[in-house]
């Protein structure tokens, strides 16, 4: 019995075909610098860590489907700190972003629906819009991974445009969105009557400003804007599930309520770690953002200095883009782990063409996740230019 | 802006129709018998405590996409206990069965598909299959609430036939399927080719007789069987979100773990809290079947007493329908709550019609869900007798 076709035609991930080949590296010995997930080494919150120790005290019980009002009030408590004051009817809890974006995509599109999206952007979108029955229209970032001109977005509207899903600070990229920005894209959300999406998970993690702007803090956008929201970055606990959902659409919301209904609750404990240091997340997360501020520089200086490699610092979130002197950057990724060591190390790496949706695009570039410290993030990308420069005397 | 039709036009359950009414009372100062929601009042088993109160000194990173290793294997002896053995390979871990569902529904059939429902079945179906784009066939039970003749699916059968969805036992009429009716079922899937998604989520809890056999025991139906599964009713845990599902169909298990991976992962907390308790779950079930028994009981013995009540003994889950003397169950469940007291209490019942598919089935049915003590439920039943005498003499 085959699965379904809508089942067999969804892709796998790169980094789940380069699984095997990390795994077989790692039965040889090789030590591999797993510069691919994002799920950084820090500790988190003393208050994640102090409510988990009473969790057992809990009584088991479904939650709302809303969440508990507890952690409605956390959130709405931290959604004011970033100038944003919410109504608990504005907010839903959901696991993590993930779910956050599957129920808000299935919300507001109906199947055969078009999302813009600036493009590179988080690789799972696609698997989310095609679970969602919804087309990726993607819309070039600007000179130098900025934010898309208006213009180009303006161009790809139609008739079938529902959204525009943007990430801010953008993983990959590191582009942060700000007021002017959101503005000008909210006022052609408005005007061409489409809602804004914004994947808002790495919304503290800014180098050298504040946090990137909520667009719920957007004037006039009120009935437009859905924010996805996660504190897996935010407080390094990507193992709990936990995110969330705020609009003031107020169909939106009670349309994406009854879609949560089918899962009936988000788990009670992952909902208690959280409240009180959602509550109270400075100065923690300011540590933390300094932390990925320094490794983003350690990363960014370590590529400049490998002959071929183009870079760019990002201005948030915890990742660096980096173009390197290669054809296929998915074959070298593959080769790294298969065919390459230096003193026993390896590197494994994100290949980006699966960031765009545009056929072509990103085939040489890689995303690297800075969520180790500076030292042996720059000894990684030390390994990664060792690798380059034997590949580049290799056969491939 | 609007939502989407499809957010529009998803369905609210009766029970959130419901809430509002129910709020209300409380506000009155009315005492409240939840007889409409599974979740029950036992503790835990202290495994699960256990385990939770050492859960601040895990690691909060994302687990693989199947699962911790630890939790897959607990799973495999949990199946093992129950005489289905099966390879790491042929489990991955669900946020609950709810997550599960959606997951295979998706997995195994395309939009469009039919998937054949004995019913009464557990209402979010519904809503699970018009997020999955298939159309449910309701294939009624037998007499007494006996599972479905052959004869009846296979009648119901057609090209468009990608499984049969059932629960075993079944939620809300506690029909058992034993190894013959499922040997029964599984051939005509493998005659007419279609997938068997069995929701075992109450196997343990049948009253007179071992646990309800695993679809993925019976001979033949390896390719064909799909297993959903919690721990949400055994363990008492609804508030942790954690079920699973299990399949011998590789080509099934590759599609889901891609559809998966869209999530990344499921809570590490929720899982190692059941790790233990799953390894070792007898006799802790054991117990909660004997208090399940007798509470079903003490609700049909009440409810016998009741002029013009008709109901049925469950062999398993801990539900009773109960078929009332009145034209509209879900009106006179909203007349309990918006008019009704007996020294200040009254029930709340979940009214049956969305557990049918049929039009016009079920509406003077209700389900009671057996979640407190055997006194408890009997006053429960009393205040809904008394109410049914109010409400015959009155305007309704």
Same mark, same amino acid.
């Given at each position: 019995?085959?699965?379904?076709?809508?089942?067999?035609?969804?892709?796998?991930?790169?980094?789940?075909?380069?699984?095997?080949?990390?795994?077989?590296?790692?039965?040889?010995?090789?030590?591999?610098?797993?510069?691919?997930?994002?799920?950084?080494?820090?500790?988190?919150?003393?208050?994640?860590?102090?409510?988990?120790?009473?969790?057992?005290?809990?009584?088991?019980?479904?939650?709302?489907?809303?969440?508990?009002?507890?952690?409605?009030?956390?959130?709405?408590?931290?959604?004011?700190?970033?100038?944003?004051?919410?109504?608990?009817?504005?907010?839903?809890?959901?696991?993590?972003?993930?779910?956050?974006?599957?129920?808000?995509?299935?919300?507001?599109?109906?199947?055969?629906?078009?999302?813009?999206?600036?493009?590179?952007?988080?690789?799972?979108?696609?698997?989310?819009?095609?679970?969602?029955?919804?087309?990726?229209?993607?819309?070039?970032?600007?000179?130098?991974?900025?934010?898309?001109?208006?213009?180009?977005?303006?161009?790809?509207?139609?008739?079938?445009?529902?959204?525009?899903? *943007?990430?801010?600070?953008?993983?990959?990229?590191?582009? +942060?969105?700000?007021? $002017?920005? /959101? =503005?000008?894209? @909210? #006022? !052609? %959300?408005?005007?061409?009557?489409?809602?804004?999406?914004?994947?808002?998970?790495?919304?503290?993690?800014?180098?050298?400003?504040?946090?990137?702007?909520?667009?719920?803090?957007?004037?006039?956008?009120?009935?437009?804007?859905?924010?996805?929201?996660?504190?897996?970055?935010?407080?390094?606990?990507?193992?709990?599930?936990?995110?969330?959902?705020?609009?003031?659409?107020?169909?939106?919301?009670?349309? *994406?309520?009854?879609?949560?209904?089918?899962?009936?609750? +988000?788990?009670?404990? $992952?909902? /208690? =770690?959280?409240? @009180? #240091? !959602? %509550?109270?997340?400075?100065?923690?997360?300011?540590?933390?953002?300094?932390?990925?501020?320094?490794?983003?520089?350690?990363?960014?200086?370590?590529?400049?200095?490998?002959?071929?490699?183009?870079?760019?610092?990002?201005?948030?979130?915890?990742?660096?883009?980096?173009?390197?002197?290669?054809?296929?950057?998915?074959?070298?990724?593959?080769?790294?782990?298969?065919?390459?060591?230096?003193?026993?190390?390896?590197?494994?790496?994100?290949?980006?063409?699966?960031?765009?949706?545009?056929?072509?695009?990103?085939?040489?570039?890689?995303?690297? %996740?800075?969520?180790?410290?500076?030292?042996?993030?720059?000894?990684?990308?030390?390994?990664?230019?060792?690798?380059?420069?034997?590949?580049?005397?290799?056969?491939?």
């Amino acid at each position: 019995m085959r699965a379904s076709r809508r089942g067999e035609d969804l892709p796998a991930s790169p980094i789940r075909r380069l699984i095997p080949l990390a795994e077989e590296a790692k039965r040889r010995g090789v030590r591999i610098h797993h510069l691919n997930i994002g799920q950084p080494d820090l500790d988190p919150p003393p208050g994640v860590l102090a409510a988990l120790r009473e969790a057992h005290r809990e009584r088991l019980a479904y939650a709302p489907t809303r969440g508990l009002p507890a952690v409605l009030d956390a959130w709405r408590a931290y959604y004011r700190e970033h100038g944003v004051e919410l109504a608990a009817e504005e907010i839903m809890v959901t696991a993590g972003a993930s779910e956050a974006l599957t129920l808000a995509l299935r919300t507001v599109c109906d199947a055969g629906d078009d999302v813009l999206v600036p493009e590179p952007f988080y690789a799972p979108y696609k698997g989310l819009a095609a679970v969602a029955d919804v087309r990726l229209v993607p819309v070039p970032l600007g000179p130098g991974f900025a934010p898309p001109a208006v213009a180009d977005v303006a161009a790809r509207v139609t008739p079938r445009t529902r959204a525009l899903l *943007l990430s801010n600070p953008n993983n990959p990229t590191g582009t +942060v969105y700000g007021r $002017d920005d /959101l =503005a000008a894209l @909210g #006022a !052609l %959300a408005v005007e061409r009557g489409f809602f804004v999406l914004a994947d808002e998970t790495y919304r503290e993690i800014v180098f050298d400003g504040p946090p990137a702007p909520s667009a719920l803090a957007v004037p006039g956008l009120e009935e437009h804007a859905v924010v996805i929201d996660s504190v897996s970055k935010r407080f390094n606990v990507c193992g709990l599930r936990m995110g969330a959902l705020a609009t003031r659409n107020r169909e939106v919301m009670e349309a *994406l309520l009854r879609l949560a209904e089918l899962r009936l609750a +988000v788990s009670v404990v $992952d909902q /208690l =770690a959280i409240a @009180g #240091a !959602l %509550a109270a997340s400075r100065p923690y997360v300011d540590t933390v953002v300094a932390e990925f501020g320094r490794r983003c520089d350690a990363v960014a200086a370590a590529l400049a200095r490998l002959p071929g490699v183009e870079c760019h610092r990002p201005a948030g979130a915890f990742y660096v883009v980096a173009r390197l002197p290669v054809a296929d950057a998915e074959r070298f990724a593959a080769w790294l782990l298969g065919d390459f060591a230096l003193d026993g190390e390896t590197a494994m790496l994100t290949p980006m063409a699966d960031f765009y949706a545009t056929p072509g695009r990103g085939r040489d570039e890689v995303r690297i %996740a800075c969520v180790f410290d500076a030292a042996t993030l720059t000894r990684a990308v030390e390994v990664v230019g060792a690798g380059l420069a034997a590949y580049a005397g290799s056969t491939n």
